[in-house]
């Protein structure tokens, strides 16, 4: 069942959630990485939830940052956030799919919007949706959810405190669930499976070219030493990858 961050807790829960360590060293570091410079660039926050990564944008060094989130919970938070702490962000109920008047952000940004779609054609209104927010040469990068997981074999990701759990068959829309640990039961968040080369066809058929993949990295932490032993699982089996293309 898709998840309903409006419904109960749900939001935040998932507030809680980027308070994981993998979530620094690994999704953090990685987006930010391959986002890269933000100097003066105008910047969009797709699915941007609590505001975890649309205040990270904005501390980058970005001009302006707007976040928006199909979750008016999600949006409640954000905005609380940004009242406790101003930054001078704005928030807005939107959905991604929407075709609105055409913008002209330099970056848009999403951690995990692209698995919310249950099919290629829900892919493609993404797609399209995010085109219509960026300027011609304007890129996307996202951290999302490696549809690989369905053609390896997945381990034990209890470490990192969270599971995944498949479908007995890979098909189009079959369900990755997330199992967050968290006090009590954990946190189910279900993802859909679409194969690699349908992201890539939806990005070019919206106008996007130069479409790549990019395996998540871990952040360097003087304090841990090198422990890539006990990341290896994530980083040689990941269960999330970076995707990145620029509108023609």
Known sequence: ????????????????????????????????????????????????????????????????????????????????????????????????????????????????????????????????????????GGRFVTFTTNPGLYHFKVPDYGKYGFGVKLADKVAEGAPITWLIQQDGPPLEIENYYIPLSAYESAFRDAGFTSFSVHQPELAPDPQAGDDRTFWADFLDYPPAIVLECVKK
């Not at 998932?14 to 660039?41: C, F, N, V």
């Not at 797609?127 to 219509?132: F, M, P, S, T």
Request: glycine share 6%; net charge positive; hydrophobic share 45%.
């Open 1 to 136: 069942m898709t998840t309903d961050y409006n419904q109960g807790h749900i939001a935040e829960q998932y507030k809680k959630a980027k308070e994981q360590p993998w979530r620094a060293r690994i999704e953090t570091y990685s987006l930010m990485k391959r986002i890269g410079d933000l100097t003066g660039k105008k910047v969009i926050d797709i699915a941007c939830g609590e505001g975890f990564f649309t205040r990270k944008l904005l501390q980058a060094g970005a001009a302006t940052v707007v976040g928006v989130d199909i979750a008016e919970r999600m949006i409640e938070l954000a905005r609380a956030q940004e009242v406790a702490a101003p930054l001078g962000i704005e928030y807005r109920v939107e959905d991604a799919r929407a075709l609105v008047p055409q913008q002209a952000f330099d970056l848009a940004v999403s951690a995990w919007l692209l698995v919310y779609a249950h099919d290629r054609a829900e892919l493609a209104d993404m797609c399209r949706g995010l085109a219509r927010r960026l300027r011609s």
